[in-house]
């Protein structure tokens, strides 16, 4: 360090702010450096999700920890900036304490991070679910949290220490075809067959409807599309049609298209509809 002093003559501010500025710049070309070497190491990968979660994790990691040794080292180096460390530091227990609890969360957030890497619960591009209010795409994990793009293009920043305690549903993890339960209510006198033609039909002109019936399956399953009758009460008939589709994100869209062209059939062919039946008692006094 005195060598470097020495050398540098790190005595004024304008001689300091060029070494610090020379420091930062070596610490970028340095992290720029093993950031192509990760790349060029995670082409090897099989899945592109996995790899592309990988990559954007260590990205952030490097970054992060480059540039802390960074600061640390101006600081070393630097006699004003390490005198003045030196200062703050000597004998500073309770400081120590502060800081250590202070980071705790930070600390928490990191190894959750890095947990979530390893096991991969989900990854970069993946739809997942927390709860109703917590829905979306992964778009991000950083060193301390997860950023989740929903539906509205809002962004929902969720700290990896709480992400990693909490049950997700995974729409994508491993096969992203996804079984849509589609209900339709049918009045007491209503043709069950007819009904159960006109879904599957409507079912199939949808795009994003698949086929994800096996080989033997095919062979003893004539219908596509599985239609069962659920509940039959006082007021309709609950039948559920079994449609799979391709990709989860068009499941919302293939439900409501299926809504609606098979409420239209069934106002043109005259499908009977549940009508609320309704009990007036007159009580005399």
């Given at each position: 360090m005195k060598l470097v002093n020495e050398i540098l003559k790190l005595d004024t501010a304008w001689n300091i702010s060029i070494y610090i500025v020379v420091v930062l710049l070596v610490s970028w070309g340095v992290s720029r450096l093993i950031r192509l070497i990760i790349v060029s190491y995670l082409k090897k990968s099989k899945s592109e999700k996995y790899?592309?979660?990988?990559l954007q994790f260590l990205k952030n990691s490097i970054k992060f920890?480059?540039?802390?040794?960074?600061?640390?080292?101006?600081?070393?180096?630097?006699?004003v900036f390490k005198n003045k460390a030196a200062f703050i530091f000597s004998g500073a227990g309770i400081l120590?304490?502060?800081?250590?609890?202070a980071a705790q969360a930070a600390i928490s957030n990191l190894i959750a991070g890095v947990f979530i890497v390893i096991f991969k619960p989900f990854r970069v591009g993946d739809y997942i679910k927390l709860?109703?209010?917590?829905?979306?795409?992964v778009e991000d994990i950083t060193l301390r949290h997860t950023v989740?793009?929903?539906f509205e293009n809002k962004r929902l920043i969720i700290p990896n220490s709480i992400i990693s305690t909490e049950s997700v549903l995974n729409h994508t993890i491993e096969d992203s075809h996804?079984?849509?339960?589609?209900?339709?209510?049918?009045?007491?006198?209503?043709?069950?067959d007819l009904a159960k033609q006109i879904i599957?039909?409507?079912?199939?002109?949808?795009d994003g409807v698949i086929d994800y019936r096996t080989p033997t399956e095919v062979l003893a399953i004539s219908n596509q599309v599985e239609i069962r009758v659920i509940e039959v009460s006082e007021n309709y008939i609950l039948i559920r049609a079994y449609v799979w589709v391709n990709d989860p994100l068009e499941e919302f869209t293939v439900k409501c298209a299926l809504n609606e062209a098979v409420h239209k059939r069934f106002v043109k062919e005259g499908v009977d509809l549940p009508i609320p039946i309704r009990r007036i008692m007159n009580v005399e006094e």
């Open positions: 790899k592309k979660t990988s920890f480059v540039v802390l040794l960074a600061i640390l080292f101006i600081i070393i180096t630097v006699p120590a304490a502060i800081i250590g609890f709860d109703d209010s917590r829905i979306g795409i989740i793009n929903n996804i079984l849509s339960f589609n209900n339709f209510k049918l009045g007491l006198f209503a043709d069950i599957e039909e409507e079912a199939l002109k949808l």
